[in-house]
T-cell receptor, first 115, second 111 residues
Framework: ETGVTQTPRHLVMGMTNKKSLKCEQHLGHNAMYWYKQSAKKPLELMFVYNFKEQTENNSVPSRFSPECPNSSHLFLHLHTLQPEDSALYLC??????????????FGSGTQLSVL | KQEVTQIPAALSVPEGENLVLNCSFTDSAIYNLQWFRQDPGKGLTSLLLIQSSQREQTSGRLNASLDKSSGRSTLYIAASQPGDSATYLCAPDSGYSTLTFGKGTMLLVSP
């Protein structure tokens, strides 16, 4: 256990559905991240939150909508996704964003399939 | 834009061998470099973090080196075991936890 919990572990949705991914960290960290891992591609950073404020949006389509109500919880709201959005979505946290030697702790991910 | 290349893409070895996994990156202005392990369908586990001022970092049978000026890092695994089978990812940090990942080296250690 890394201290970062993601739910659900697996999700199948149609292109017209709306769903949300949840991430919770029990490490007392202040920075949280969403990464996307597609087959045979490197991990791509999607969003970064520091002390609940979004500091990075890596040109992600608006059909992905993040929410960070507090430093321990991070959501990714999904709507009208495309089949190419099928991937493993990983949440991570670190103590803070401004530290230059911060280890990232990852959750186990949500494997998303869009039909 | 930082680009990361990991060689080899896949590696299959018998148990007990010593291994070297290679990582190269294009922008040497990094603050640190992390090596991660990923099991199939799972998240990443941080193995080692080398600060930009360090040359190497060790944890058990793992040793990672960093040559920042040439944009290279290696992960050395001593006396490999079947439990080491996983994908190994390197990720230089360009600051503010902006990690760029390689595609990884998929390692299979057979008994």
């Amino acid at each position: 256990e890394t201290g970062v919990t993601q739910t659900p572990r697996h999700l199948v949705m149609g292109m017209t559905n709306k769903k949300s991914l949840k991430c919770e960290q029990h490490l007392g960290h202040n920075a949280m991240y969403w990464y996307k891992q597609s087959a045979k591609k490197p991990l791509e950073l999607m969003f970064v939150y520091n002390f609940k404020e979004q500091t990075e949006n890596n040109s992600v389509p608006s059909r992905f909508s993040p929410e960070c109500p507090n430093s321990s919880h991070l959501f990714l709201h999904l709507h009208t996704l495309q089949p190419e959005d099928s991937a493993l979505y990983l949440c991570a946290s670190s103590q803070e964003l401004e530290g230059f030697d911060e280890k990232l702790f990852f959750g186990s991910g949500t494997q998303l399939s869009v039909l | 834009k930082q680009e990361v290349t990991q060689i080899p893409a896949a590696l299959s070895v018998p148990e007990g061998e010593n291994l070297v996994l290679n990582c190269s990156f294009t922008d040497s202005a990094i603050y640190n470099l992390q090596w991660f392990r990923q099991d199939p369908g799972k998240g990443l586990t941080s193995l080692l973090l080398i600060q930009s001022s360090q040359r190497e970092q060790t944890s058990g049978r793992l040793n990672a080196s960093l040559d920042k000026s040439s944009g290279r890092s290696t992960l050395y695994i001593a006396a490999s075991q079947p439990g080491d089978s996983a994908t190994y990812l390197c990720a230089p940090d360009s600051g503010y936890s902006t990690l760029t990942f390689g595609k990884g080296t998929m390692l299979l250690v057979s008994p």
